[in-house]
Structure formats: C-alpha cells, structure tokens
C-alpha cells in the first residue's frame, strides 16, 4: 500500500486504493438477505424493527433519510473492489480511497455535476443511517450499533467543486463480512434495474434461489423481506408488474395458486459429471487474465454459454475457456 499522504494530512498507512479494473459486482449477505435499505425514492426517517428466524435488526435514519438501495451501489462497489483484492492475494483495509468518477461508471450512473452531488447526498444517508443488529458477519454474532459506513471524505475536489476522491471507511460489521467472504457476484445488469422492488426481488432470488432449480415463498414472507412498506394488495400489484415484465437479471418470477411465488434461474446450472471439467491451471491462467475475477463465477457463466452453445464436443476444456475468458475481456465484461 501507498504511504503518500492524503490531502496534505500525515502518512496514513492503513488504507486500501480501489483500482481493480472491472471488479465483479459482489453484495454482502446480511444486505441481501434482510431489508436494511429502504425502498422509498423520498427521505424515508421512518425506524424499521424487523425480526425473522431470530435474526433482528433496527435501522434507524438521520434527518436525511435511511440509506436507500440505490444508495447500497457505494457499499456493492467497495466490497467488490476488497473482493478483488483477497482473491488476487493483496493487502486491505477498511479504509478505501476510491475515485467518484470510477464509482459513478461502475454503477451505470451519469458523470454529471448533478450525479456528484447525488454521490454525496448518498454517503451523508450511509454515514448517518445506523442499525442496531445481532445479525452474524463472519463467525461473530454481536449485538451491536453501528453506521452503514463509519465516516466518509472529500479528499480532492476539481477546480468546478466536483469530488475527485473520497476516502470511506466501512463498518467493521461489513467488513468482517467480505473477509469471511459472506457475499455474492450480483450480474451487472443489477445495475441497470431503476426501480426500487425490482433490486429487492433481485437481491431476494439470488441469495436464496442462487443456482437452485427453483425457490418457493410465499407473498407474505416476501413482502416481509423486501421491507416495502406498501400494503400487500398494493405489493402484490406491483409484483405482478415485474412478473409481466420480466427483466430480472438471471431469474424467472411466476405467480402460483395460494399466493406463492416461484424464482427459477433462466439458464440451468450446469454442473455435474457431464460439465466440461477444468484444470486449476486454467483457473489460475483466468486469474491473471483478469485480476481479481471471481474464476468461479466465471466458470459458471462459461458452462452456461456452453450449453446455450449445444454442448459442443471440445478438444480442450481449458483452451475453450480461456479463449472465452479472453474475449469477454478485450469486450470490458
């Protein structure tokens, strides 16, 4: 890690520089799993008290609102970009630097003047947003309060007054979480998803479907989890409008009798014996293609492809994968 000093201020050691070029987006799974953000597009200073199979949280908002889930895309980036870095073997913290400008661009938002101030106004509802929670992160269950983010700064601006970098430092509850590797790779079209429910349901499926054949829950539990604070007539509208709609990343939604919803993945997993078997070498030579990959993701999504291709016969698993690897490379991801 650098030891240059930050805005004029004296060395400080103890921090990590995000610059993993294409970083998978990765979520952790206490966020995934439980409604921490909220839902609403205008300053939401309600407190939630939510409990489920005996994990608990209170999450408390400042005036300016509880964080929202288009405010999580600042935490999504951070862990991805921590994630990287454990998987390609560097050095972390949960102090980050990160430029705005990359943030913004990773998240598929605007580079906008107005973006900027958006940027800051979600770091004051992440600072100041706190929550109270036994919920486990790593191995450790603690009852504890504390900011989605501990503290956030403008270290250099441009002459129009437009953040350049920000330092963060993340709760040390989210950042136990990503070095016991408590996340998940959300697809990058999670990104592209612009209302509220539709991340949610994202979330929802991937964590509890995830490469299942299929998940079953009722609308009750759902609409609990998602912590949308609409009535169930009215959830169960808007529901459907996503059914109808259909354009989830990864996962088919249908309504069943008895008030059930049923999440299967739009490609079968593709696993087992007869699945193109790779080396660790070719793994390894992935890795290098692209730093900070999550290989196994990719080789999912390599088997995926595989099969949507016919299941052709290869004569080189390893070679056909990185030649895969290398061509979504050269294309950005």
Not at 20 to 34: C, G, I, V
Not at 41 to 46: A, E, G, L, S, V
Not at 219 to 227: A, M, N, P, R, V
Request: proline share 4%; net charge positive.
């Amino acid at each position: 890690m650098s030891t240059a000093s930050i805005g004029g201020r004296a060395d400080r050691r103890d921090f990590f520089v995000c610059d993993f070029f294409a970083a998978a987006p990765k979520h952790d799974l206490a966020s995934m799993e439980h409604p921490i953000f909220s839902l609403s597009t205008r300053p939401d200073r309600r407190i939630l008290s939510y409990e489920h199979n005996g994990s608990e949280i209170t999450v408390t908002p400042s005036v300016k609102g509880r964080a929202t889930i288009f405010d999580a895309d600042i935490l999504i980036f951070c862990i991805s970009q921590l994630m990287a870095a454990v998987n390609a073997g560097r050095a972390t913290s949960r102090v980050l630097t990160l430029t705005a400008h990359d943030l913004l661009l990773a998240t598929n938002r605007e580079t906008s003047g107005d973006s900027y101030k958006r940027l800051r106004d979600a770091f004051e509802r992440l600072a100041g947003t706190r929550i109270t929670t036994n919920i486990v992160t790593g191995t450790e269950e603690v009852t504890s309060g504390f900011g989605l983010i501990e503290s956030w700064e403008i270290v250099r601006k441009t002459r129009h007054g437009r953040m350049v970098s920000v330092s963060v430092t993340l709760s040390d509850w989210l950042y136990r979480a990503v070095l016991a590797k408590s996340v998940l790779t959300l697809n990058r079209d999670y990104f592209t998803l612009r209302k509220p429910l539709e991340r949610r349901i994202y979330e929802l499926a991937r964590k509890h479907c995830g490469r299942q054949p299929e998940w079953r829950v009722s609308l009750e539990t759902l609409l609990k989890k998602s912590g949308s604070a609409s009535p169930r007539r009215v959830f169960r509208a808007m529901l459907r409008e996503i059914i109808k709609a259909d354009g989830l990343p990864d996962y088919v939604l249908v309504e069943e009798g008895g008030d059930i919803i049923h999440v299967s993945p739009r490609v079968a997993v593709v696993e087992g014996p007869d699945a193109p078997q790779l080396s660790p070498d070719a793994l390894a030579q992935a890795r290098v293609l692209v730093p900070g990959a999550d290989v196994y993701a990719l080789e999912a999504e390599w088997r995926a492809f595989w099969a949507g291709s016919g299941r052709p016969r290869l004569r080189s698993t390893d070679r056909a994968f990185l030649g895969w690897v290398r061509g979504k490379s050269s294309n950005g991801f």
